[in-house]
C-alpha cells in the first residue's frame, strides 16, 4: 500500500507553463525543497538571535566596566593627591579618609552597595570594595591601619553586579607625596 501511494506521490506532475511541453516538479521534490528551505530559515534566524543576543551582552558589560574604571580613575587620582604621609587620618578595609594638597579632608567608602567619595557616587552595584595597606617593604598592614604613617602603597578591590554581569576590578596606587 505504502508502495502504491509512493509511485503515485512520485509521478505527480506540477506544469510549469500549459501547452509548453515542459515537466514541472513533483510533489515530493516540492516537499523536500520547502523542508530544505525551512531549515535553513530557522538556522539563519536563530543565528541572528544568537548575534542580537551577544550585542546586548557586549553592551551591557561594556557600560559596568566603564563605570567601573571610571571610579577607579577618581579613586588614584584622589589618592595621588594625597597631602604626605600625615594626610591619612583613617585607613580601614572599606574605608579611606585623608587630607589632599590642599588641605581639604576626602573620605571614600563603600555604602552597601554605593561607593561614595565625600557622599557622592562614584559607583553603584558594588558587591565587594576592599582597601589594603602596604609598608615601604611591601609589607600587607592590619586593617583598621593604627599608625598611618607607614602606609606605602594602597591596593583596592572592586566587585561589580551590573544588569546582572560581574566584573572583577583591581589596582593599586602610591600616592604621590609619600
Known amino acids: 500500500m505504502i508502495r502504491a501511494m509512493w509511485r503515485k506521490i512520485r509521478f505527480i506532475r506540477l506544469k510549469v507553463k500549459k501547452g509548453s511541453g515542459q515537466n514541472g516538479f513533483t510533489l515530493l521534490e516540492l516537499i523536500i525543497s520547502i523542508t530544505l528551505s525551512a531549515m535553513i530559515a530557522a538556522f539563519a534566524g536563530q543565528l541572528i538571535a544568537t548575534g542580537a543576543d551577544t550585542y546586548s551582552y557586549v553592551k551591557s558589560r561594556q557600560s559596568g566596566l566603564r563605570n567601573g574604571r571610571n571610579a577607579f580613575k577618581r579613586i588614584m587620582l584622589e589618592l595621588r593627591s594625597t597631602a604626605g604621609k600625615s594626610g591619612i587620618s583613617e585607613a580601614d578595609s572599606t574605608r579611606l579618609v585623608f587630607a589632599n594638597y590642599d588641605g581639604e579632608s576626602r573620605t571614600i567608602s563603600l555604602d552597601v552597595t554605593r561607593l561614595l567619595l ?53 589596582s593599586d596606587v602610591t600616592p604621590r607625596n609619600f
Not at 552595584?125 to 589594603?132: M, N, T, W, Y
Not at 591601619?145 to 572583577?168: A, C, D
Open 118 to 170: 565625600d557622599g557622592s557616587i562614584l559607583a553603584e552595584g558594588v558587591e565587594k570594595f576592599r582597601f589594603r595597606y602596604f609598608d615601604n617593604e611591601n609589607v600587607e598592614l592590619i586593617s583598621p591601619v593604627q599608625e598611618t604613617r607607614s602606609i606605602f602603597l594602597i591596593k583596592f578591590n572592586l566587585e561589580l553586579n551590573e544588569n546582572g554581569h560581574r566584573m572583577k576590578l583591581s
